[in-house]
Structures are given as C-alpha cells and as structure tokens.
C-alpha cells in the first residue's frame, strides 16, 4: 500500500494554503523628497531721489524753481517743470542752492529801503491797435550735424497781418551740449533774442514767465478792423552771409484790430514726433508734425510748459 507518496502530497498542499493566507508584505514607503528652500527675495532697488532744486528769486518778485543745467556770465539755464527757462543774469536778484548756500547778484537792488515804484504800463498812441500774443505750449528747435559745414543755426519768427511781415524776432544763439555731436537752436525769447520791427510798427520786450511768453506790439489802426495774422517760425537755407529764410511752421488767424482794446492771440505749440535722428547722419525727422494753434480769445490765456 503506497501511504508515503500521498501524506507527502497532504504536507505540500497543506504549505501551499498557509503560504495563500499570509497577508502580502506592505510596499515600500515613497522617499520623500527634500523640502526646497526658497532663496530669500532680494530688496528691490530703491529709485535713487532726485536732487533737490535751485530757488531763483527775481527782482520783480517772482519765484523760480528748477535745476541748473547751465550757467554763462549773462544768463542761467534752469530745468523747471514746465520746461527749460533762460533766465538773464540781470533779472535774478538771488539764487538758494539746493544745499543751503545762497548766492545774491544784485545787493543793490535788495538794500533799496523802499522798493521802486513800477514803471507805468505803455497805452498805445492814439491810431494804434495793441496786439497780445501769448505763446504756450513745447518750445520750437532745430538740430544739424556739426559735421555739415557752413550751416546757419539762426531761427526766426516772423509775425505777418495779411501777409506783410509787421515784426522779426530772431534767435542767432545755440544750444551748447544739448544733443552729442550736433548743432541745436532751441528758440529763446531770453538771451540774446533782437527784433527787427517794420516802420510804424511798436514793440514791445518779451514777458517770459514759466510756461508762457507774451509779446506785445502796437500796429496802426485808425478804426476797429479785421486783420488777418500769420505767424511762422522759420529756417536759414542758405548761408549766413547771404541767407534764404524759409517757413519750416505757420498758423494763422482772423484778429480784431480796435484802439479801444488790445486783441489777445494764444498759439499753442506741441512738439508732435519731432526728432534728430539716423543713420549714417542724422538730421532733423517728421518737423511737419510739430503743431501750432492760433487763436483769438477775450482771456488772458493760462501758463503751460514751453
């Protein structure tokens, strides 16, 4: 009888079922991973502060503040927030730097024990007709590549009533280190401008005040008329010696010419996308777009940045 075979069989059948019931060992536990360290953010820059200004004290009472880019020995250039100023010398009675000292260039004037009484406002002759016009807005230039010789960095304005020039105003004097490597006439109504007036014609010195000029000048007018102004700013294409001005911007507008009362003219001036700039020479790009408003108004118009 063969017993030895089958009890080894029970045995192994008996080993398979208790290895079945064993439970399945757990699975390894996932390595976590690392925790990550954030760089500590660094501070952002602080924007560095910006100098602080110059205070200019006029003779006339007027306060000024800005920074000087420049000096000469007959006039300041002061960066105000409303733009670039000439000041001359002779109207600035002192200067309070930014760190405290003080500069004073007319002591004379401040040492008066009583202040001058102000020279009476000039009426128009009897016939006349007083024109106003008040100039806002961005200031006109020009630039050239010094590199071009026998350029004429003179710039005027010429002011016409129906078409006959009546007054020029001309600005011979440029801009030093305004822009590298180039010639630059920023028309100034400060240092250094001349007048030519056509006969008959009064005029009057400019009012520069920031962010607004004013000239005044007194035509004939027997009676209340109606004239038509036109004002152009206006370029040297030739030489200086033998020149050939032409109108680079003009506007133009009806005014009322009236003995009784002076006529107000505003022309607003915006620099549009002018530019010097290309390659491999430069020079002046899109000066059609500098945009110049004139109009007739009743009111004295308001300051804005030249």
């Known amino acids: 009888m063969r017993t030895r075979p089958l009890a080894a069989a029970a045995l192994a ?6 290895l079945a019931q064993e439970p399945p060992a757990a699975p390894a536990p ?7 360290r954030t760089p500590a953010a660094s501070p952002r820059p602080r924007p560095s502060p910006q100098p602080a200004p110059d205070v200019y004290h006029l003779r006339n009472g007027d306060r000024i503040t800005g920074r000087t880019l420049s000096q000469t020995p ?12 000439t000041l001359p010398r002779v109207r600035v009675a002192r200067v309070v730097h930014a760190d405290g000292t003080e500069e004073v ?23 006349t007709g007083r024109l106003a016009l008040a100039i806002t807005g961005k200031t006109f230039w020009q630039a050239w590549d010094r590199r071009e010789a026998g350029r004429d960095p003179t ?14 105003y001309t600005d011979g004097q440029p801009d030093p280190d305004e822009i590298p490597g180039a010639l630059v006439n920023a028309f100034s109504f400060a240092e250094g401008l001349t007048t030519a007036p056509a006969a008959g014609i009064r005029v009057h010195p400019a009012e520069v005040r920031p962010g607004r000029i004013v000239l005044k000048l007194d035509l004939p007018a027997p009676a209340a008329t109606t004239k038509r102004l036109r004002i152009a700013y206006q370029l040297n294409t030739g030489t ?10 003009s506007a133009a507008t009806e005014v009322a010419l009236d003995p009784a009362q002076p006529a107000l003219v505003e022309a607003r001036q915006d620099r549009g996308r002018m530019e010097f700039a290309g390659f491999p020479r430069r020079r002046m790009r899109h000066v059609d777009t500098f945009a110049l408003d004139l109009r007739a108004t009743r009111e004295d118009p308001p300051s804005d940045a030249p």
């Open 155 to 168: 710039l005027r304005l010429e002011l016409r009533i129906d078409e006959d020039a009546v007054v020029v």
């Open 74 to 85: 007959r006039a300041f250039v002061v960066q105000t927030p409303f733009g670039r100023l």
């Open 13 to 18: 059948l008996g080993a398979s079922l208790a």
């Open 105 to 127: 260039f007319n002591p004379a004037d401040a040492a008066r024990p009583t202040a001058a009484a102000p020279a009476p406002v000039p009426t128009p002759r009897a016939g």
């Open 240 to 249: 200086a010696e033998a020149p050939a001005w032409k109108d680079v911007v």
């Open 30 to 36: 996932a390595p976590t991973p690392a925790a990550r």
